[in-house]
């Protein structure tokens, strides 16, 4: 809808993302706000994908930066999808890009090595979501 979305860490460990939007191209944002998504306060990594879908790579265990997730969403608030993508260990620094039907997904573990990680697009689309969530949200 031509409008902008900025997603945040708290730093002050909420352990939610935060989120502001900028309706006049960047010039002004709202006060950002607490999201429910999850976050372990570790950079996050996002973009929209060629087709108009929006995704994000994060952390979104609030107690350790462990497991690395990709979610998808249609509109870039609202995020209908969660991947696990790696996990068991301390993993933190994402970045994803698009490139030819498939995301590049690069991270750290443990601040010691670089990965990379590709994900085919069809093989996300694939994957099925239940109706109902699986647990209970957690509660801000």
Do not use: C
């Not at 990680?117 to 109902?132: C, G, H, I, R, T």
């Amino acid at each position: 809808d031509n409008r902008l979305a900025a997603v945040f860490r708290d730093n002050r460990r909420s352990r939610f993302l935060y989120r502001a939007i900028s309706a006049d191209d960047g010039r002004t944002w709202t006060t950002p706000e607490k999201t429910n998504f999850p976050d372990a306060t570790s950079k996050i990594s996002g973009l929209r994908l060629r087709d108009g879908r929006y995704v994000l790579v994060s952390n979104p265990n609030p107690k350790k930066r462990d497991p690395l997730t990709l979610s998808i969403s249609e509109d870039g608030l609202v995020f209908k999808k969660m991947l696990y993508l790696v996990g068991g260990r301390h993993i933190d620094y994402p970045h994803v890009i698009e490139h030819d039907g498939s995301l590049f997904i690069a991270f750290a573990g443990g601040k010691q090595t670089v990965e990379v990680l590709k994900v085919k697009l069809s093989d996300v689309d694939a994957v099925k979501m239940p109706e109902k969530p699986l647990i209970a949200a957690p509660k801000p």
